[in-house]
C-alpha cells in the first residue's frame, strides 16, 4: 500500500521561503514520477513541478525560478524548495505518484496514481 505524507506547509510573509516534503512509504520510489500539485479555494488543482522517473525536473512557469523540486531516493522522500513567495501562491500543495506515467502526461493529475492528504500554505502580503 503506497502512502503518500506531506509536511512543511505553513503561514509565510511574501518574499518568504518554505520548504514541503513528502515522504512515500510502500512504492518503487526510484522508478516513479512524483509531482506537487496545488489547488486554491474556488480553483481548480493545478500543476506545480515534477520530477519524471530519474532526475528530469519540469516546473510550471507560474513558479519556474522561484520553486524547486527534488528528490532523495535513499529517504524516499520528494522536496519542494519555495522562494520568493507570493500571495497567490497560497493553496493547499498534494504530491502525486505516478508509477507507469508517460512524459506527455506530467502535468495531468489524473495520469497519477497516489496522492497525499495535502498541507496548506499560506502567504500573507
Known amino acids: 500500500q503506497v502512502q503518500l505524507t506531506e509536511s512543511g506547509g505553513g503561514l509565510v510573509q511574501t518574499g518568504g521561503s518554505l520548504r514541503l516534503s513528502c515522504d512515500a512509504s510502500?512504492?518503487?520510489?526510484?522508478?516513479?514520477?512524483m509531482a506537487w500539485f496545488r489547488q486554491a479555494p474556488g480553483k481548480e488543482r493545478e500543476f506545480v513541478a515534477a520530477i519524471f522517473r530519474g532526475t528530469n525536473t519540469y516546473h510550471s512557469d507560474s513558479v519556474k525560478g522561484r520553486f524547486t523540486i527534488s528528490r532523495d531516493n535513499a529517504k524516499s522522500t520528494l522536496y519542494l524548495q519555495m522562494n520568493a513567495l507570493k500571495p497567490e501562491d497560497t493553496a493547499v500543495y498534494y504530491c502525486?505518484?505516478?508509477?507507469?506515467?508517460?512524459?506527455?502526461?506530467?502535468?495531468?493529475?489524473?495520469?497519477?496514481?497516489?496522492w497525499g492528504q495535502g498541507t496548506q500554505v499560506t502567504v500573507s502580503s
Open positions: 502525486a505518484l505516478g508509477e507507469r506515467l508517460i512524459l506527455s502526461s506530467l502535468r495531468n493529475g489524473a495520469a497519477y496514481d497516489y
Open positions: 510502500g512504492s518503487n520510489f526510484r522508478r516513479s514520477s
